[in-house]
């Protein structure tokens, strides 16, 4: 999900799209047709992860089936085309860095283009609410650079081992001692919050140091953090890998209640349209968040039960998303671009409709940690009238007047609420990091997929993708 300032982290098919798609995925090492004859791979969750995973196999001809408990696709990701007439919203997943190269890629093959967000001309510059008091412009930029300075000489003089088993509160706690302003510190806690989606004291201070590290001696966004949107929307990419699956390969409304292995064959027992079944397969791909996975029975599945254990424990932010429509972005005539970092409801804010033309625009405000479990409303719906006033309140604080263009209609995500979620990115515990296992191979007949489950890319969409990928990859050449 990520916001759009401070510490990163975070329609239809084309013929020729497919057709790019289905030559790099023959190219790949493994994928004979012998090797794939009369094989069928199950894929459990239709989020990115599960749609990529099986993309890649439909196209090397293996036989496909997708259970997703949803009655949507996309899982994390969603696209909101009707809070403002003729403009997308994005609810759950949006950014893509320069260097998420797997999901740059996989949307060229689909002939899906980006948004490039350096290239648009926004007037005004950010503003932080934070200690009770609007600081502009580049007020922030002292303290991000002096904390990624000193993550940078922490990380050669402590080591990974002992930031590991830290929290993150406590590393910030030594890093900003002597600071002259206690805005400092919650103004450190309001921005993990906002990138993992978890209090200060629930991240592992490896994770926040390693991110702050490779910032240290850039300019902000030089690396090209946050520089892209899917132009039109992540359903686009959605609609289109299901395109190249196949509506029919999907199934909706279908819940996986147990894994069993058994002769070489995995069974499934799916709890969906007409009750519960038995599917037999050769091989599956879970990708579901993992504490949706505390739901299935995987005592007969081959899987080692501490690998279950680790992956349902692993830490999971609660970022929630509050958008407001709005008839026209004030805020930039009171010199305000709309982005900014608070400690207070406002948490991180941007414009969710920079860049687009419609009929009115929209602004997120997103937070986490408490905050995102603590937000009224439902999981996806309308927002409760009383947040909606606090964070237009807010919002006349941080740019005078410009709440007063305000429309009615605002919604929520609370991805922490969302069943099928049940929390919107992983981020590790204090000591959380040496206990994961080992998810880039197969257990016996089960591979995981998932952002949780990229070494690199957690938390990202790219992540998500290029897990699901890898998962496609390992079943193809074990086929």
């Known amino acids: 999900m990520g916001n759009a300032t401070g510490i990163t982290r975070r329609q239809a098919i084309t013929a020729a799209g497919g057709a790019v798609l289905a030559a790099s995925v023959a190219s790949l090492p493994g994928m004979t047709a012998g090797a794939r004859a009369g094989a069928r791979v199950d894929v459990v969750g239709a989020g990115l992860a599960g749609l990529a995973c099986a993309a890649r196999l439909v196209a090397a001809g293996v036989d496909v089936r997708i259970w997703e408990a949803r009655d949507r696709l996309g899982g994390r990701t969603l696209t909101d085309l009707n809070l403002v007439p003729g403009a997308w919203v994005e609810c759950g997943g949006e950014f893509i860095d320069a260097g998420h190269s797997a999901m740059r890629r996989l949307c060229a093959d689909l002939g899906i283009s980006l948004q490039d967000l350096q290239q648009l001309d926004i007037p005004g510059t950010s503003r932080d609410l934070v200690a009770g008091r609007v600081h502009r412009g580049a007020w922030a930029s002292g303290p991000d650079a002096r904390l990624a300075n000193r ?281 959380q990091d040496s206990t994961w296992p080992d998810f880039g191979r197969p257990y016996g007949l089960v591979h995981f997929a998932g952002e949780h489950t990229d070494e690199d890319y957690s938390g990202f969409m790219e992540g998500a993708v290029r897990s699901g990928q890898r998962a496609a990859q390992q079943v193809l050449a074990r086929l």
């Open 151 to 431: 993550a940078a000489r922490d990380l050669r003089a402590v080591g990974t081992t002992r930031l590991g088993r830290m929290s993150a509160a406590a590393w910030l706690a030594r890093a900003i001692t002597g600071w002259p302003s206690s805005a400092f510190a919650r103004y450190g806690a309001a921005l993990v919050r906002g990138e993992y989606g978890v209090e200060p004291l629930a991240l592992s201070a490896e994770w926040l140091v390693n991110d702050l590290a490779g910032d240290a001696g850039a300019d902000e966004h030089a690396d090209g953090a946050e520089r892209y949107r899917i132009d039109g929307g992540t359903v686009r990419l959605v609609t289109s890998l299901e395109r190249s699956i196949g509506a029919g390969r999907i199934t909706r409304g279908a819940r996986l209640v147990a894994v069993t292995v058994s002769g070489g064959r995995a069974s499934l027992a799916i709890d969906g349209p007409g009750g519960l079944r038995t599917e037999a397969t050769d091989r599956v791909v879970i990708t579901l968040p993992p504490r949706v996975l505390a739901d299935v029975d995987m005592r007969r599945s081959g899987v080692p039960r501490d690998v279950v254990r680790s992956i349902q424990a692993i830490g999971m932010g609660t970022n929630a998303k509050l958008i407001i429509p709005f008839d026209d972005p004030a805020w930039e005539s009171r010199g305000w671009n709309g982005d900014g970092t608070s400690d207070t409801a406002l948490g991180s804010t941007w414009q969710a409709t920079m860049g687009q033309r419609a009929d009115g625009v929209a602004l997120t405000t997103l937070v986490g940690g408490l905050p995102g479990v603590r937000i009224p409303g439902p999981d996806h719906g309308p927002a409760t009238a009383a947040s909606v006033a606090e964070r237009l309140a807010l919002v006349g604080r941080v740019a005078p007047g410009a709440q007063d263009s305000a429309r009615s209609g605002a919604v929520v995500h609370a991805w922490a609420r969302d069943r099928f979620a049940r929390g919107s990115y992983s981020a590790a515990r204090p000591g």
